[in-house]
């Protein structure tokens, strides 16, 4: 980037600052209020980040050039463990984590002040603010910043809370919860808020089945207690070291990691003793419900780390059962090792279970024969393994060898029987995560049993109907995700809300020992931005922000003199910060990335329709993916992305904000590409040097494409507006910076040279750019020797530049005839010496016109053109030439769409036109061009090329 660049970026900016155009006041035009989900303050951020950020600001400016009143705040999400976690590794001077913050712009002398959490926060705010989006010349109003830590915004959550309750909306329950083993309760979702690694994983529910063996149990967790009637045998890793576990009276055997998970969910679990696997081999073990002795077998696939490391044997529907028992029959010097009889373990038999539509009485075994598997760990097992589970559960029928289950469906009996052996002391329910989950702060994430754990009841019927309701008239984008959120909110269940720990967060206000959790605190915010400005700027005072104030702006209840007196606001005030609530809300647009699909908007939605009234519920939900990878060897953060300071000053902002608006619709992911945004620099070069060619035009004299190129700007308005309805950036970039720049070095490249065309032209363009590329715009706009500035500046409107439909088709045909001349060219390899144009004869447009009214008529059809051709003398005289045009014509009109009959039906003096174009064409051939009316009787034809010209196709010949 140049230093120039770095200049005009510095300078506009502080001019936006300095004339105060981020601030956002109420008055008398109708207002535009948006958002984007704010960021989880954990670190620095880097370009991918960027990309959904920019995309507000650029619909911000659009809306306030186009006589919106925009109010664009912005805050940071300071709740959980980020900040704790950071302070901690600093305090502990963790080499990595110096590293990465020296590598990203900390200031060394900083470091002592950043290990403590709110001396974090306080630091990444900054950076936030200034080095991202004050950097990137967001036009936000500061003057609402806020962060979740704050204390007044601990008021406003708090007060949202207490209107959750007044809904009946906080129920209180045991729960197994997430939590970290060392801060507490997590979040575990994809916005990984308080997760460095796993935010995809679930909660899953494993059934603990005990096999009496001698003074021991042997405990095996599995999915599909319904399976227990076909259990053969019990496997047991070798070469696992077993803990032993005293749980009320009984000695259990399991892994080491599952009882460090399961003491967390068990109260009075007992470490006592370790055993061997190997010591378990060969002996005998009753399984439960079916109360048989089954042998307990090796099987190097029983992990320690998943379930119990202790699995039960059912061969007919497993297929890793199958396999192993399979394999162990066939292995006589394994059974020799560990001492098993070979008749014995060759004389079990999977025992048939389930009837399953599409399947045979042995699943498994049928899968495995069908697959062609022969050897334990073929990753086709555990493919074959989720068939038949889904199919069985879905489709299958417990057959008569399940006792009084028989004949009831899979999905029906699998609860029934876990209930069975629950009751009758065979099993117990155990928690574990589907995949490794560890905490921002380093330590891993179990499943914890919770007494006492509060929710927010997102599964109320009345709740979730009123949300599915009015999110069918939102302004949803994508268009899948307005189809899709009606199933998500029929999803959408109770959510913990509150967590116990080590946390950054608003103390829940029924229970201080609870913080609310990062989720359940950043849902209704948008409406604090209202309020945040008068707080920040000492109006209003910590006391004075209680229930009676929040519900007297927010919700209209109460006595005005009433709420006065208990919180020490004015009337006046109270009333002013009301008006404002009900002038800038509902919010319009809340923008976040893709991974708030599932959990942030879904709650964002329900909690408006919980605790405000209908009229401020919000309007619009925008959803963009992301930008991913790598920049390459000069990366230098922590996770591999280049930092924004660093882009911002090799790119320049411009560039970055061009790339992140055109290099692929909002709706999917891209990767973070060097080279394409060089180009992107590399185009606003090239704009910057068509608008200097542009200026230098001092002409006087109007030709035809004068007309055009205005026509075509009132075009190139009138398509960004109606894209922007849909907030199309990328079409709006596309318009600007590429279709723009194409005509206005058409414009120049036919030699067009009117001054009055050029200023109307030029401060048109120059606008367009404006919402995307600000910087480049004012300074643009500046050179126009315009005062004020361009990012208030009016869009530009089809209305206000002339439209000539009938030029821009006289241009596009002349650009037509080029291409077919550079193609006869291309194909024919000839240097031409003279080049003969040859325009339709009036006739056959005299056809033409006849069968665009029967278009018109929607009477189109080859018998009608005909009739209409031989209903006129002169055409009739010309006989069969005329029928075999009719034809032609009538085929070639019901092949076109209704644009190009508009584009048809435009009546170019074609041989005007043309004439007068042959000195351009002439001059960009490099070779004489002369042009005819095919029926014109002294045109040189020597090739009869003059028969072949159609309306709106001339015919050429070259020589």
């Given amino acids: 980037m140049s230093s120039w660049t770095a200049e005009i970026e510095a300078k506009w900016q502080a001019r936006w600052l300095d004339a ?269 419900v079916i109360h048989r002795e089954v042998p307990v077998l090796p099987a190097t696939f029983a992990k320690p780390e998943v379930g119990t490391g202790l699995v039960t044997s059912v061969p007919s529907d497993a297929p890793d059962d199958w396999m192993s028992l399979k394999l162990l029959q066939e292995d006589s010097e394994a059974m020799a090792r560990y001492g098993l009889d070979p008749e014995m373990v060759r004389a079990i038999k999977p025992i048939a279970i389930i009837e399953t539509k599409g399947y045979g009485p042995l699943p498994a075994v049928e899968m495995i024969d069908k ?73 891993p994430v179990v499943i914890k049993k919770v007494d006492d754990q509060w929710f927010i009841d997102y599964a109320n019927a009345p709740l979730t109907d009123s949300s599915k309701r009015h999110a069918k008239s939102m302004h949803i984008l994508p268009q899948d995700y307005y189809v899709n959120i009606q199933g998500v909110l029929d999803w959408f269940r109770e959510r913990a809300c509150v967590r116990q720990g080590n946390w950054l967060g608003t103390r829940f206000p029924f229970d201080p020992k609870w913080i609310i959790e990062a989720i359940s605190d950043s849902t209704l915010y948008p409406i604090y931005y209202i309020v945040a400005p008068y707080f920040n700027s000492g109006e209003l005072k910590i006391d004075s922000l209680n229930e009676a104030f929040f519900d007297y702006v927010f919700l209209g209840r109460g006595d005005a003199a009433e709420v006065s007196a208990s919180t020490g606001v004015s009337v006046e005030l109270l009333d002013k910060i009301r008006a404002d609530v009900f002038y800038w809300y509902p919010l319009d647009i809340n923008l976040g990335g893709k991974e708030h699909m599932t959990v942030h908007f879904p709650a964002f939605l329900m909690n408006h329709v919980a605790v405000l009234p209908e009229e401020l519920w919000p309007r619009g939900i925008f959803v963009n993916w992301y930008v991913t990878g790598k920049l390459g060897k000069i990366s230098k953060s922590k996770g591999g992305a280049e930092p924004i300071p660093d882009a911002a000053e090799r790119f320049g902002v411009d560039a970055m904000r061009l790339y992140y608006a055109h290099i692929a619709a909002p709706f999917a992911d891209v990767a973070w590409d060097e080279d394409a945004i ?45 894209s922007m309805e849909e907030f199309d950036l990328r079409r709006m970039a596309n318009e600007a910076y590429f279709e723009t720049l194409a005509d206005m070095r058409w414009y120049l490249r036919r030699g067009g040279n009117n001054a009055g065309t050029v200023a109307k032209a030029v401060r048109a363009w120059v606008r367009m750019m404006s919402p995307i590329t600000p910087h480049i715009a004012e300074e643009m706009w500046a050179g126009l020797g315009e005062t004020g500035f361009v990012s208030i500046a009016p869009y530009p409107e089809a209305e206000e530049l002339p439209s000539d439909p009938l030029a821009e088709a006289a241009e596009s045909y002349l650009g037509e005839v080029m291409t077919d001349i550079n193609e006869i060219l291309k194909v024919t390899g000839i240097a031409p010496k003279r080049i003969l144009i040859y325009t339709t004869p009036q006739w056959k447009q005299d056809v033409l016109a006849l069968g665009l009214e029967l278009v018109r008529e929607k009477q189109l059809s080859i018998p009608a053109l005909t009739k209409a051709v031989m209903a006129r003398d002169d055409l009739k005289r010309r006989g069969k030439e005329s029928a075999d045009f009719a034809r032609k014509t009538a085929e070639d009109l ?45 045109a040189p034809d020597p090739q009869k090329k003059a028969r072949a010209a159609q309306p709106h196709r001339p015919a050429i010949y070259v020589e």
């Avoid at 057959?399 to 004949?407: H, L, R, T």
């Avoid at 001092?698 to 960004?720: E, H, M, T």
């Fill in 371 to 443: 697959l062609g598997i022969t050897k334990a760990g073929d990753p086709r097992l555990d493919e074959a393994k989720k068939a038949i589970y889904k199919d069985g559960f879905h489709t299958g029928r417990m057959n008569a060898a399940c006792g009084e289950f028989a004949g009831m469906k899979v999905e029906e009996a699998k609860e029934l029987i876990k209930q069975m052996m629950i009751k009758n002391g065979e099993a117990e329910l155990f928690y574990d995560l589907s995949e490794e989950v560890v905490c921002r702060c380093g330590r």
């Fill in 678 to 722: 060089v180009n992107y620099s590399s185009r606003i070069e090239r704009v910057l040097r068509t608008l200097d060619e542009m200026k230098a035009l001092n002409g006087s004299d109007v030709q035809k494409v004068d007309s055009w190129l205005l026509s075509r700007l009132a075009n190139r308005a009138q398509v960004i507006r109606s």
């Fill in 894 to 938: 019901m092949k076109r769409s209704e644009t190009e009959m508009r584009q048809l039906g435009m009546e170019i003096d074609e041989l005007a036109y043309l004439t007068d174009a042959s000195p351009f064409l002439a001059k960009e051939l490099g070779c004489e061009v002369a042009v005819y009316r095919a029926d014109d009787p002294q």
């Fill in 20 to 288: 105060r155009l981020f601030e956002a006041n109420r008055d008398s035009r109708p207002k535009f209020m948006i958002i984007f989900a704010y960021p989880g303050l954990t670190g620095y951020l880097h370009v991918g980040h960027m990309r959904g950020y920019t995309y507000v600001d650029a619909i911000a400016r659009y809306k306030r050039m186009t006589g919106f009143n925009v109010l664009f705040p912005v805050g940071t999400h300071a709740t959980g463990n980020g900040a704790i976690s950071l302070a901690k590794r600093i305090r502990e001077k963790d080499k990595k984590t110096i590293e990465y913050l020296l590598a990203n712009g900390c200031p060394e002398d900083m470091l002592p002040e950043l290990v403590e959490p709110q001396q974090v926060v306080s630091f990444f705010n900054q950076v936030y603010v200034n080095q991202y989006w004050k950097r990137f010349g967001f036009l936000a109003d500061w003057r609402r910043f806020t962060s979740t830590t704050n204390p007044d915004y601990g008021k406003f959550i708090q007060w949202q809370f207490r209107k959750l309750n007044d809904a009946g909306l906080l129920i209180q329950k045991p729960y197994y919860a997430p939590a970290c083993v060392e801060c507490g309760p997590v979040a575990v979702d994809a916005s990984e808020t308080d997760l460095s690694k796993g935010g995809t994983a679930e909660t899953t529910e494993y059934t603990l089945l005990k096999f009496r063996c001698g003074d021991l149990f042997l405990v095996a967790a599995t999915l599909r207690p319904e399976t227990v009637y076909g259990q053969t045998n019990f496997w047991v890793n070798p070469e696992v070291e077993y803990v032993k576990v005293r749980r009320d009276g009984e000695i259990w055997v399991i892994s080491r990691p599952s009882y460090d998970k399961m003491r967390y969910q068990k109260d009075d679990i007992e470490l006592v003793g370790t055993i061997p696997g190997a010591e378990l081999i060969g002996k005998m073990a009753v399984a439960p």
